[in-house]
T-cell receptor, first 118, second 108 residues
Framework: GAGVSQSPSNKVTEKGKDVELRCDPI?????LYWYRQSLGQGLEFLIY????????KSGLPSDRFSAERTGGSVSTLTIQRTQQEDSAVYLC????????????????FGEGSRLTVL | AQRVTQPEKLLSVFKGAPVELKCNYS??????LFWYVQYSRQRLQLLLR??SRESIKGFTADLNKGETSFHLKKPFAQEEDSAMYYC??????????FGAGTRLTVKP
């Protein structure tokens, strides 16, 4: 597609349920990022995938959160046993790898998945 | 690990007034710094990067390594500049971290 695609755009769930959020990056982008955007917390780093390297999971807030990236493309962020404090907009971004001629640092963001935990 | 601090969550100025959004960072390596912007109902997007030394929409930002700062400035704010602004730092492997953001409101 033309840009980063995220689904669902909105998700309302009950406390304790599991949710899966999907990110489809721009074709050819080997770097993929997940962030959480909430009022008062700004843009919080969750996890970073770069090619075939081990992902940087240092931002995942608890073991209820996990993410995978299959085939170096689509990524899924899973939140188990959701809590009300998980309510936020989850943003995915992708970028080209270094050395491709593209300037570093330009992340292309999706529109986000708004999660509401009741 | 790198860290980015934006001390102001909210900033309000009148149209035509100068504006400065503050950003400080900590990183042991050589930093690459950026400003991203999110206008109402739009996606987060790159505004400018320090290595390009560019002026975008009248905004500039200078990297000050001595003060570990990368403040965003514009001499005459416009109403259309109202948005959420994020300062970001990229580590050597393109691991990008963002500050908490500053919501800029430009009043008529």
């Amino acid at each position: 597609g033309a840009g980063v695609s995220q689904s669902p755009s909105n998700k309302v769930t009950e406390k304790g349920k599991d949710v899966e959020l999907r990110c489809d990056p721009i074709s050819g982008h080997t770097a993929l990022y997940w962030y959480r955007q909430s009022l008062g917390q700004g843009l919080e780093f969750l996890i970073y995938f770069q090619g075939n390297s081990a992902p940087d999971k240092s931002g995942l807030p608890s073991d209820r959160f996990s993410a995978e990236r299959t085939g170096g493309s689509v990524s899924t962020l899973t939140i188990q046993r959701t809590q009300q404090e998980d309510s936020a907009v989850y943003l995915c971004a992708s970028s080209l790898p270094e050395g491709t001629g593209a300037l570093t640092g330009e992340l292309f963001f999706g529109e986000g998945s708004r999660l509401t935990v009741l | 690990a790198q860290r980015v601090t934006q001390p102001e969550k909210l900033l309000s100025v009148f149209k035509g007034a100068p504006v400065e959004l503050k950003c400080n960072y900590s990183y042991s390596g050589s930093p690459e710094l950026f400003w991203y912007v999110q206008y109402s109902r739009q996606r987060l997007q790159l505004l400018l990067r320090h290595i390009s030394r560019e002026s975008i929409k009248g905004f500039t930002a200078d990297l000050n390594k001595g003060e570990t700062s990368f403040h965003l400035k514009k001499p005459f704010a416009q109403e259309e500049d109202s948005a959420m602004y994020y300062c970001a730092l990229s580590a050597y492997n393109n691991d990008m971290r963002f500050g908490a953001g500053t919501r800029l409101t430009v009043k008529p």
